[in-house]
């Protein structure tokens, strides 16, 4: 990020790209999809804006249920550079059209540096959907359909299902049989 300044959604400006700054967000609700990938989402303060990502695709971030793509729920991220603007509908929306300005938080190493970030406004956990064991079984439902890329994402969100768990002692054998599978 370099000496770019931490910019919350109110402190935007609409129409301008903010070349010095950036902004930190995290996914609060998935919104219907067109020509791009789009959420609503919630900086620290709670101040919520809709998100608009082009051009980029990854299995990290994203879900796949069919053939419909979003990005997940809780999923948090950077955007450098962010880019207000008024769309056709007259809502405001955060656009990004360059992936290198994406920065994803929930991937390792770059979680351990935002390990400490509070949000004003807490998701819910049916919305996060903390059961790993679920996505377990429909990663290994994908995986029998030799659908080897939804396998691994829902392995990926069962094991951050699972991490979210941790506080409550997470089955050990279950993050190992995750990692493995992955």
């Known amino acids: 990020l370099g000496a770019a300044k931490y910019l919350p959604i109110r402190g935007l400006k609409v129409d301008k790209v903010h ?4 902004v930190i967000l995290q996914v609060s ?30 299995p ?12 997940d729920v809780g999923t948090k991220f950077v955007v450098v550079e962010p880019y207000l603007r008024r769309a056709k509908d007259g809502k405001l929306t955060l656009r990004c059209d360059n992936p290198s300005h994406i920065v994803w938080i929930n991937e390792q190493p770059l979680s351990s540096l935002w390990r400490n970030l509070e949000w004003t406004r807490h998701i819910s956990a049916s919305a996060l959907g903390d059961d790993p064991h679920h996505f377990k079984a429909l990663g290994n439902d994908a995986f029998k359909r030799s659908d080897f890329g939804a396998a691994a994402r829902f392995y990926t969100k069962a094991l951050s299902a ?21």
């Open 29 to 58: 609700s998935v919104d219907s999809k067109t020509t791009g990938i789009f959420a609503t989402t919630q900086d620290q303060a709670g101040d919520e804006v809709r998100f608009g990502l082009y051009n980029f695709i990854s």
């Open 60 to 71: 990290i971030a994203f879900s796949c249920d069919d053939a419909s793509w979003s990005l």
């Open 19 to 22: 070349r010095d700054g950036y």
């Open 162 to 182: 699972a991490d979210r768990l941790r506080k409550s002692g997470p089955d050990a054998n279950l993050i190992v049989t995750l990692l493995s599978n992955r």
